[in-house]
């Protein structure tokens, strides 16, 4: 008798891999956003900084309203409030000409990304997906963010060359908008356990409050958004002003690189690019290896590549090489962090669970964020900032390591 395995790619896996992929698109390109509104109003790095902290911020606190929002009334319906948020801050951001009503506004930018982005999106995939795929449909949607960290950047710093900042914003949010054609894709069943329906949301939060692995992974994930965040927001105007010079004849120039400016925003493409096959090999390794001595050895591994990057000099080559590197290592923590909480804590009420994971990771981001800006400021460079991150990537590998894998309920029965 044949048995008919289920798909690995589905309509809802295609519409949450695209969504993602602009939602990320837009938010991995404020980076090359830092120097040209800074120029024009004449403000200090720390309040653009500050802006795209509270953005960070403001996604974090989203994320589990948004995960418990389309738990209670549907998912398509919490996409709609994400996106219809999400133009409305990128409209009225572009009209903001003080550093307080840009800061403001940033929180309605954060909150539209928590919409359309991991916490409902991956909730979404991972209950469509069976349990043979799950790992790698999630994977997939992961890769879809880093998909649109690609063209992002690039696409930001094209569209800059011929018109105002404020226009890309529109532009932006018309472009957000344009992906609620997808919802009609976004259709699921259901698959939690007999147990997980069982109990309600406030029962399984309880339950996930009081094991230390669910804390310890709460922790762990802090490093990641305080990385990412750093990287994606300070680390185009970083190149421009630290890099080298670059060769008017070398291989660069041959892709179209003959400025630091223009390497900045190729660098966060190419740790987009990087990311795609990092989360992928790291959704693959998900169904067969411990999830979290996978994570312990990209953290490590990320610990491992800042530190060299920052006590090497810092020249064209060792962006790239930089870039390749850190971005094969990019959000292959995600697939596999959410896949954890799936594994321990069931399907049912996992986008509220990974998205209080999740706001640890953006309590990450904004110290990464804001702490770039202050201390830019201060000392007129980035390297503390650099070494924090090193530090609490080092912090994130060892707490992984006493995380209890096996699902909570066989573990308190």
């Given at each position: 008798?044949?048995?008919?395995?289920?798909?690995?790619?589905?309509?809802?896996?295609?519409?949450?891999?695209?969504?993602?992929?602009?939602?990320?698109?837009?938010?991995?390109?404020?980076?090359?956003?830092?120097?040209?509104?800074?120029?024009?109003?004449?403000?200090?790095?720390?309040?653009?900084?500050?802006?795209?902290?509270?953005?960070?911020?403001?996604?974090?606190?989203?994320?589990?309203?948004?995960?418990?929002?389309?738990?209670?009334?549907?998912?398509?319906?919490?996409?709609?409030?994400?996106?219809?948020?999400?133009?409305?801050?990128?409209?009225?951001?572009?009209?903001?000409?003080?550093?307080?009503?840009?800061?403001?506004?940033?929180?309605?930018?954060?909150?539209?990304?928590?919409?359309?982005?991991?916490?409902?999106?991956?909730?979404?995939?991972?209950?469509?997906?069976?349990?043979?795929?799950?790992?790698?449909?999630?994977?997939?949607?992961?890769?879809?963010?880093?998909?649109?960290?690609?063209?992002?950047?690039?696409?930001?710093?094209?569209?800059?060359?011929?018109?105002?900042?404020?226009?890309?914003?529109?532009?932006?949010?018309?472009?957000?908008?344009?992906?609620?054609?997808?919802?009609?894709?976004?259709?699921?069943?259901?698959?939690?356990?007999?147990?997980?329906?069982?109990?309600?949301?406030?029962?399984?939060?309880?339950?996930?409050?009081?094991?230390?692995?669910?804390s310890l992974i709460f922790l762990g994930f802090f490093s990641c958004g305080y990385?990412?965040?750093?990287?994606?927001?300070?680390?185009?105007?970083?190149?421009?002003?630290?890099?080298?010079?670059?060769?008017?004849?070398?291989?660069?120039?041959?892709?179209?690189v003959s400025t630091t400016s223009a390497l900045g925003a190729v660098s966060i493409?190419?740790?987009?690019?990087?990311?795609?096959?990092?989360?992928?090999?790291?959704?693959?390794?998900?169904?067969?290896?411990?999830?979290?001595?996978?994570?312990?050895?990209?953290?490590?591994?990320?610990?491992?590549?800042?530190?060299?990057?920052?006590?090497?000099?810092?020249?064209?080559?060792?962006?790239?090489?930089?870039?390749?590197?850190?971005?094969?290592?990019?959000?292959?923590?995600?697939?596999?962090?959410?896949?954890?909480?799936?594994?321990?804590?069931?399907?049912?009420?996992?986008?509220?669970?990974?998205?209080?994971?999740?706001?640890?990771?953006?309590?990450?981001?904004?110290?990464?964020?804001?702490?770039?800006?202050?201390?830019?400021?201060?000392?007129?460079?980035?390297?503390?900032?650099?070494?924090?991150?090193?530090?609490?990537?080092?912090?994130?590998?060892?707490?992984?390591?006493?995380?209890?894998?096996?699902?909570?309920?066989?573990?308190?029965?």
């Amino acid at each position: 008798m044949n048995e008919t395995r289920a798909p690995l790619i589905t309509p809802v896996l295609v519409a949450g891999c695209l969504i993602i992929l602009v939602s990320f698109a837009i938010r991995a390109s404020f980076g090359v956003f830092q120097i040209p509104i800074a120029a024009e109003f004449n403000w200090p790095r720390a309040e653009f900084s500050l802006a795209i902290a509270i953005q960070n911020l403001a996604w974090g606190i989203g994320q589990p309203i948004f995960g418990a929002i389309a738990e209670k009334i549907g998912d398509r319906k919490a996409i709609i409030m994400g996106a219809l948020t999400y133009a409305v801050g990128l409209v009225a951001s572009s009209y903001a000409v003080t550093p307080g009503a840009h800061q403001l506004l940033e929180i309605a930018v954060g909150f539209g990304i928590a919409g359309t982005g991991f916490g409902v999106i991956l909730a979404v995939v991972g209950r469509a997906a069976s349990d043979e795929n799950r790992s790698m449909s999630l994977a997939i949607a992961t890769a879809a963010g880093s998909a649109g960290q690609v063209f992002g950047a690039p696409l930001a710093e094209y569209l800059l060359g011929f018109m105002s900042w404020q226009n890309v914003f529109i532009i932006f949010a018309a472009a957000i908008l344009a992906t609620l054609a997808l919802l009609p894709l976004m259709k699921t069943q259901p698959m939690a356990a007999r147990s997980e329906l069982e109990d309600s949301m406030g029962q399984i939060l309880i339950k996930a409050f009081r094991d230390p692995s669910y804390s310890l992974i709460f922790l762990g994930f802090f490093s990641c958004g305080y990385q990412l965040a750093f990287i994606t927001a300070h680390f185009p105007a970083f190149v421009t002003e630290m890099c080298g010079a670059i060769d008017p004849s070398g291989t660069l120039a041959t892709i179209g690189v003959s400025t630091t400016s223009a390497l900045g925003a190729v660098s966060i493409s190419l740790i987009g690019m990087a990311n795609i096959a990092g989360t992928l090999l790291a959704g693959y390794l998900g169904k067969s290896y411990s999830r979290k001595y996978l994570l312990a050895g990209i953290y490590a591994a990320r610990t491992v590549v800042a530190a060299v990057f920052i006590l090497m000099p810092i020249t064209p080559t060792s962006v790239i090489v930089f870039s390749i590197a850190m971005g094969s290592l990019w959000l292959a923590t995600v697939p596999l962090t959410s896949g954890l909480v799936a594994h321990i804590y069931g399907l049912r009420y996992m986008g509220t669970l990974y998205g209080i994971v999740f706001f640890s990771h953006q309590l990450g981001s904004f110290l990464g964020v804001w702490l770039g800006g202050r201390m830019y400021d201060a000392f007129g460079d980035y390297t503390m900032v650099w070494w924090i991150g090193v530090g609490v990537g080092a912090f994130s590998a060892i707490v992984h390591l006493p995380v209890k894998e096996q699902p909570l309920p066989a573990r308190l029965a």
